[in-house]
């Protein structure tokens, strides 16, 4: 358990590490190399960015039993041949606001598609009509944007459902022109919400796709 201050409130990460052993990493170098040509010898990265996320999934258990696996499960065919990598996150916002942290910020975690190799990934557990994220989790995202911002050089705070904008910028690397999926997660609502309250470090303005 780590002690973290913000300027605001003390709040607390828990560190609950998903498993990242040698066939993790085998299969995180793999990813690098042949989604993005990156040729290295260990999974690191240098966070650019922050994406915000939410699980679809309505427990932090489930949710982290969905990530803990090295591999992916079987209910992914949308993604699984693409890579056998699994899905994951450097943290994850339970509903009540508590933040665990999954895994190291500059270690490479799959969970955005084209960045993954400069961005630091936040789950939100929940997400569907029936649970909304709370306002405990908006405030918990706000913290943690704030305390990664003033960590680490970030340029850009996202949604998910925003990543497509950054095709054709010089931090999409994906090679592979057919692999899209469409995402929604966050919410627009709070996308803003969560903005408007970083707005001090002046994070930079998402490309626009030219028109056609």
Not at 38 to 67: C, N
Not at 132 to 153: F, G
Request: hydrophobic share 35%; with cysteine; net charge negative.
């Amino acid at each position: 358990m780590v002690l973290m201050l913000s300027c605001s409130r003390t709040r607390t990460i828990i560190d609950k590490p998903i498993t990242f052993d040698e066939e993790r990493e085998r299969l995180t170098l793999q990813y690098l190399a042949d989604r993005y040509g990156l040729e290295q010898s260990s999974p690191e990265i240098v966070p650019k960015m922050i994406v915000l996320h939410w699980t679809v999934i309505p427990t932090f258990e489930e949710s982290f039993e969905a990530f803990d696996n090295a591999t992916l499960p079987d209910w992914r065919p949308d993604i699984q041949n693409r890579s056998g990598l699994n899905v994951s996150a450097h943290f994850m916002v339970d509903r009540d606001g508590t933040i665990y942290r999954l895994m190291p910020e500059t270690t490479m975690a799959r969970h955005v598609i084209g960045l993954n190799h400069c961005a630091i990934g936040i789950e939100n557990i929940g997400g569907t009509d029936d649970l909304p994220l709370t306002k405990k989790q908006l405030k918990s995202n706000i913290w943690l944007v704030d305390y990664l911002a003033d960590k680490y050089d970030i340029s850009y705070l996202i949604g998910h459902y925003e990543y497509t904008l950054f095709e054709g910028h010089e931090l999409w690397l994906e090679k592979d022109e057919g692999y899209r999926t469409v995402k929604d997660d966050p919410g627009i609502e709070f996308m803003e919400s969560v903005r408007k309250a970083t707005k001090r470090h002046n994070f930079k303005p998402l490309p626009t796709k030219p028109s056609l």
